[in-house]
């Protein structure tokens, strides 16, 4: 069976399958036009490049929710195409290090202190981002998950000032470098096209805490007791 190749765009952070078929193809199409002075990338299964690619990235043809199809990304049926084409600096940003910080964790160098894994846990009852790019917003809705990012990103910030372990509260330190701070938050943004979507700043910060969830989870899990 051939290696599976992917192109991937990394400013834009998607991935797109190639695949010998009419509508994939047309996909691939849209994408050397979308992407082309982009920095993009050709990976096969086995590329070492993989690594970086995260839960942020979204994967044309995959299953999860709001990535689009091969139809929807070769046609303009993708409502969540013009949010989701925007850069994410925050996002970049946040994911670089959780690389890294997963790097440290798998090969062992973790100083973990007592408190880190019941912070985790505890961070993480209060995280669940994954609103998909095509989600249409009010006022109302985007107040609300502009609220929740603000708490999210202030408990962050009260975490890292308790007691923790060395590499822990370096990582929640460095991630709230990336993280912009709570007041700068914005509750609205300018919007233009038939349906709102959420502000771009919002869901790129959303998508940072999202990745930061998912490090907490590994982090919560490294420090499970030992049953
Ligand atoms: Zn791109």
Do not use: K
Not at 70 to 89: H, K, Q
Not at 195 to 214: M, N, T
């Amino acid at each position: 069976m051939p290696e599976s190749v992917s192109v991937v765009c990394h400013a834009c952070r998607i991935g797109l399958p190639l695949c010998d078929e009419p509508v994939a193809r047309a996909a691939w199409w849209r994408f050397l036009d979308e992407h082309a002075h982009h920095p993009v990338e050709m990976l096969w299964e086995h590329s070492a490049t993989w690594e970086v690619i995260d839960i942020d990235y979204i994967q044309v043809d995959s299953d999860i929710e709001g990535d689009p199809s091969f139809a929807e990304y070769a046609g303009d049926e993708w409502r969540g195409r013009p949010l989701a084409l925007l850069p994410r600096p925050v996002a970049g940003a946040v994911a670089g290090i959780t690389v890294r910080a997963q790097d440290v964790m798998d090969a062992g160098r973790w100083q973990a202190g007592p408190a880190d894994a019941a912070v985790a846990e505890r961070l993480l009852r209060t995280m669940d981002f994954a609103p998909p790019s095509d989600a249409v917003v009010d006022d109302a809705a985007v107040a609300a998950r502009s609220a929740v990012a603000r708490a999210a990103s202030e408990r962050l910030r009260r975490a890292a000032a308790e007691p923790l372990g060395e590499s822990f509260g370096a990582l929640l330190s460095d991630l709230l470098v990336a993280l912009p701070p709570v007041a700068d938050l914005p509750l609205d943004e300018p919007h233009t096209g038939s349906v709102r979507l959420a502000p771009p700043r919002l869901w790129d910060v959303e998508r940072a805490l999202r990745l930061i969830q998912h490090l907490l989870v590994g982090v919560s899990l490294r420090h499970a007791p030992a049953s």
